[in-house]
């Protein structure tokens, strides 16, 4: 497996001074404490009261990002990251310039790397050992984390932690609910071209950032759909065409540039093996869609173990 090991022997001399703690994993890579933020607009009290009872339950702190409310002017101090034409409605808007403030509070206070929340997420127990044994094991050069989507595409898997699996995506799933950002991915997430696309498109286009991006296999994070999501209450989504020819066009996911990113990131291996198993899938729910309920089912568990393809 592709482990993590760091010979960065400042480490511990700057988080001494700095009154950190430092987070050991069994490869002897040092980290300093892990800092959390969540994102909540100040009229949501029921969802903050939700998510600080789960940190405090877990035995977390993390600061409060006061939320944008897309249905007003932006601050200025986010205007220029949104292109005029941009394609969101209020609250997706607002979504995206929240996130955008927590990345700009991590290089602010100059963190290494921190965790986004949104606050409608379900964390997972023990969940801070998780994060300190997931920050200990992953590959060099991260720069986000994905914690709380499942995948629905092939992955490849570079490394374990306990029962879940780090891996690398074929298709990075939507969802921004829970992730691990690292201060260069901050920065890179930073200095992109002004924003087109809600942050659950942008984040499933690394290309378009030249992140580095990781997931969990089963995400520690979850999404609580039993409470009205605020983005939906505060705009209709806008339509976009995503299949078809028009899709071809203006389909943000599946262009030439992914592409080449993607067969760069995986390899030509790993890349041929993730297109054949993605296209297996879809020959798999063809087959559901169309085959008469009598017949046999169509296999699944070996596609499913093929999905989440591993590497010693």
Not at 85 to 91: S, T
Not at 189 to 218: N, Q
Not at 279 to 287: E, N, T, Y
């Amino acid at each position: 497996m592709l482990t993590c090991h760091s010979h960065d022997v400042s480490l511990e001399t700057v988080c001494e001074a700095t009154g950190e703690e430092v987070l050991r994993g069994a490869g002897g890579f040092a980290a300093p404490s892990l800092t959390a933020f969540y994102l909540n607009l100040d009229q949501e009290v029921a969802r903050r009261h939700s998510i600080e009872g789960q940190l405090a339950a877990a035995g977390m702190q993390a600061e409060r990002i006061h939320a944008v409310d897309g249905r007003k002017p932006l601050p200025a101090e986010l205007l220029a990251y949104f292109n005029a034409e941009h394609l969101m409605d209020a609250g997706a808007l607002g979504c995206y310039a929240s996130h955008i403030k927590a990345w700009q509070k991590i290089l602010r206070k100059d963190l290494p790397y921190a965790l986004v929340l949104e606050d409608d997420a379900i964390l997972a127990p023990g969940l801070p050992q998780l994060l300190t044994e997931i920050l200990t094991t992953l590959p060099r050069g991260w720069d986000m984390v994905h914690l709380g989507t499942a995948p629905d595409r092939a992955v490849w898997e570079v490394a374990r932690v306990g029962s879940r699996r780090i891996v690398q995506f074929s298709r990075v799933p939507p969802g921004a609910v829970g992730y691990l950002l690292s201060r260069a991915g901050a920065r890179k997430l930073l200095k992109a071209e002004p924003r087109l696309w809600p942050i659950d498109t942008d984040t499933r286009r690394p290309w378009l950032f030249g992140l580095a991006v990781y997931g969990v296999v089963a995400p520690p994070i979850k999404h609580n759909w039993s409470v009205p999501s605020t983005i939906r209450a505060r705009g209709c989504k806008r339509w976009t065409p995503r299949r078809g020819w028009r899709a071809a066009f203006r389909n943000p996911i599946r262009n030439l540039q992914g592409f080449l990113f993607n067969w760069h990131r995986l390899g030509s291996t790993r890349w041929s093996f993730c297109l054949c198993v993605n296209g297996a899938l879809k020959v798999r729910a063809v087959l559901r869609r169309w085959v008469p309920s009598g017949l046999p089912a169509v296999p699944g568990r070996r596609l499913q173990r093929l999905m989440h393809a591993a590497i010693d």
